[in-house]
C-alpha cells in the first residue's frame, strides 16, 4: 500500500508566503515524476508544477516566477514553496505521484488534498 500525505496548507494574505509538502510512503520501489495540482470551486482540476525524478520542471504560467517545486528522493518527499500568492490560488492543492509499487507496477497516486486560501 502506498500513501501520499500532504501538509502545510493554510489561510494568508495576499502577497504571502506557504511551503506545501508531500511525503509518500509505503510498498515504494521506485519513484518518477511528482507535482501538485489544484482544485478551486466550480473549477476543474489543473495542473501547477511537476518535477521529475531527474529534476526537470514544468509549471502552469500563472505561477512562473512566483512558485518553486523541489523534491528530496532520498525522503520520497515533494515540496512546493509558493510566494506573492494571490486570491486566484485559493484552492484545495493535491500532490500526485507515479509510483512503482512493489507488487502493482506503476501507479498514479494522489493526497487527500490541502486547502489554501488567499484572503485578506
Known amino acids: 500500500q502506498v500513501q501520499l500525505v500532504e501538509s502545510g496548507g493554510g489561510l494568508v494574505q495576499p502577497g504571502g508566503s506557504l511551503r506545501l509538502s508531500c511525503a509518500a510512503s509505503?510498498?515504494?520501489?521506485?519513484?518518477?515524476?511528482m507535482g501538485w495540482y489544484r482544485q478551486a470551486p466550480g473549477k476543474q482540476r489543473e495542473k501547477v508544477a511537476v518535477i521529475t525524478s531527474g529534476g526537470s520542471t514544468n509549471y502552469e504560467d500563472s505561477v512562473k516566477g512566483r512558485f518553486t517545486i523541489s523534491r528530496d528522493n532520498a525522503k520520497n518527499t515533494v515540496y512546493l514553496q509558493m510566494n506573492s500568492l494571490k486570491p486566484e490560488d485559493t484552492a484545495a492543492y493535491y500532490c500526485y505521484a507515479n509510483i512503482l509499487s512493489i507488487g502493482t507496477g506503476w501507479q498514479d497516486y494522489w493526497g487527500q488534498g490541502t486547502q489554501v486560501t488567499v484572503s485578506s
Open positions: 509505503g510498498r515504494i520501489f521506485s519513484l518518477n515524476a
